[in-house]
């Protein structure tokens, strides 16, 4: 079952186009996935205390609507793929009270050393975690 | 040809990974973008005080290396694609004084109202000096 | 009383000190204060969709100690300053868990027409609200 | 004698306002900053990369006027305060091409060592260069 995060637009995050910046969707996504792996039990942070790191090397994103100032988001993720040393979520954003797609894509993140930025295999836990969570999901 | 943009890595645009958060990256391709378009004698600015906008509608990038605080960038500018009321630009990033693409990817962009957000087509003069620019690219 | 907003740092906040950027503190007052707002009745979008917006023309903070990712924060709202054509807000903020003060001061907005920036009083609606807050804190 | 930093307001830098957001000012006089300490010798990463960070400690600024999408800027630093472990660096924004002041202020940075944050008298180097350029600005 993918993971429903919800969040609530910032003055902030508009532009003079009187939407959302395109840039902030990102933000959006990045809290919506670290939300999802703290609720697995796997908090970003605590990854990032033992020097790996998963840095973000693909974005693919359709715009589909405009964002506005106050809106009451849910974005939905999913597990597109997981491999040895990256995996990449699929997210769309939706108004909590529903209607159409505003937006859909995939973020795919590597793993790496902190300190040397080489690749290195997802931790034991957060993959466990991920494939346990892909496994109820295709059952 | 393409049109190349420098610029410098800000502070806040960095993230606690110690490189430039993946968000900014978007901002430096619309920087980039925007100063083409004013090289080319039509400003963003003045397109939306016409009642026009371009709000972008779908990102594929790919982050190949990290950029990092203080980093001289060259930003590559390319136009992909242009319909009759979208166009798509390419982009790369270097470092200013060479070396291996740190980002490559595409930002597509939609024309429309700025009241309503329904399709327009390009402003004309927008148009013709982007045909003009793809001519003598491949010419 | 005061108005207590709570939110958690997300990653995109950070910069390579390891902290939060100093630049995104204010984010977080303009959060606080505009759940604030809303609570009283008189969202700050409603504000805005009758031509009136509250520009911020002065801020004061000290920054007293570090906020890193993933904190768990309380931002304390109260007024400071009630005039005819501006309000000034006192904020400070903890981690939700206790502890001392992160960050403490003040910003002060000015009432304007969206479509001139000339000066307006505040709208009625606020204005009650704001005063019945004052006096019940007073009381 | 003052130093002067050139900008040109970035899209994503604007909100629904149709001007650049607060927080973002702060983001222009770190920019004009450390651009000044780098026209000293002595860039901010430097010092950075010696284990010394400068974090910001207290601000105080005043927004005079508002600031617009692909305005050309200029910041105007000078130091405000010297001391054994902190500095303060006051500053104006007008427009490139004259006008009234749009903001002012002053932005004080503590000298801490970036392991612990405890704190650190400011590098040898930093502090001759500012000393020097406060002595050239009274005689």
Known sequence: MPYVH????RYAET?????????????YLEEARTE??????VP????EATGIGLPVRR???????????????EVTVAIGHLRAASVRF????????????????SVELACVSLSDRTPRVLPDELRARLEAQMESASS
């Open 15 to 27: 532009d003079q186009m009187g939407v959302v910046h395109h840039a902030n969707h990102l933000v």
């Open 36 to 41: 999802y792996m703290a609720s697995l039990g």
């Open 6 to 9: 919800r969040l609530k637009v």
């Open 90 to 105: 699929d997210y769309s954003i939706r108004k909590a009270e529903g209607g159409s797609t505003l937006l859909d894509g």
């Open 44 to 47: 970003y942070g605590a990854i």
């Open 59 to 73: 974005v693919d994103l359709r715009y589909r609507a405009p964002i506005r100032y106050e809106d009451d988001l």
